[in-house]
């Protein structure tokens, strides 16, 4: 496997995760008396810490404060979207030349092998960009995977833009990428905000690869319960329990 380099997605406020009691950025917000990030960044551990960037923002003291080692961060002064967020790291990455695994702090779940076998499906494809799917009879609301008749992927879908049709696809966007460093980050700022949040979202960097006639993997989980991340209260105490059935601390 080629030495890989990893972005940790951890600048995100949480504000349906605050309480009176709890006014935290989402990533150090605790699952089983263990901060989300910190699930994340044991999962991530085969990367170097030296090789892992971590973008911050909302009380991003309090994120470099809680983090041990020598990761490396960068600020992500307004939350502007998961794009914009990744576009932060690119003064901290431009001398390099490989590939890029992007990650979510508020994703504990994920186990190492996951992040490692997306690695080696990228290396093997020699894709412009590598897709972590998930295929599940009960999907959450996370973008579709739409495919043409050879299987190629060639679009992913928000769910408030998929059709009824659509909505039945079962296989989903988990928002977890590899990317060829120098192809994502050219495409980084052809990105466009013309959204109803006003974001640069990195979903739609495949889009644009494929739009320069790049190739596109996938590795695809099936019926796992890794992909979920937390946004509320109630997927909180979820990811909680699934944590717990996994026996990860």
Do not use: W
């Not at 951890?10 to 349906?16: D, E, L």
């Not at 170097?48 to 003291?61: C, F, H, N, R």
Request: charged share 25%; with cysteine; hydrophobic share 40%.
């Amino acid at each position: 496997m080629s030495s890989t380099k990893a972005i940790v997605l951890a600048a995100g406020k949480g504000s349906r995760l605050h309480s009176e009691e709890q006014v935290l950025p989402k990533v150090l917000r605790e699952a089983n008396g263990k901060a989300l990030l910190d699930y994340v960044l044991q999962a991530t551990r085969f990367i170097p810490q030296e090789d892992t960037v971590l973008v911050i923002g909302y009380k991003s003291a309090m994120v470099r404060e809680h983090v041990q080692g020598t990761y490396r961060f960068v600020e992500q002064a307004q939350q502007l979207g998961t794009g914009h967020a990744v576009k932060a790291t690119e003064e901290e990455l431009e001398n390099y030349h490989g590939p890029i695994l992007v990650v979510y702090g508020d994703m504990p779940v994920f186990s190492p092998e996951t992040y490692q076998a997306l690695i080696r499906i990228h290396d093997e494809s020699r894709a412009a960009a590598t897709l972590l799917t998930a295929v599940l009879k009960d999907p959450p609301d996370y973008g579709r995977i739409l495919r043409d008749t050879d299987n190629k992927i060639v679009d992913i879908r928000e769910v408030r833009d998929c059709t009824a049709e659509e909505l039945l696809i079962r296989e989903l966007n988990s928002g977890v990428y590899v990317f060829d460093s120098q192809k994502l980050f050219a495409v980084l700022h052809e990105l466009k905000n013309d959204n109803v949040q006003g974001e640069f979202y990195l979903t739609d960097v495949p889009k644009l690869l494929l739009a320069r006639g790049e190739t596109i993997a996938s590795y695809t989980l099936v019926e796992s319960d890794e992909v979920y991340g937390v946004n509320t209260l109630e997927e909180l105490h979820f990811v909680e329990e699934l944590l717990r059935k996994r026996g990860i601390k």
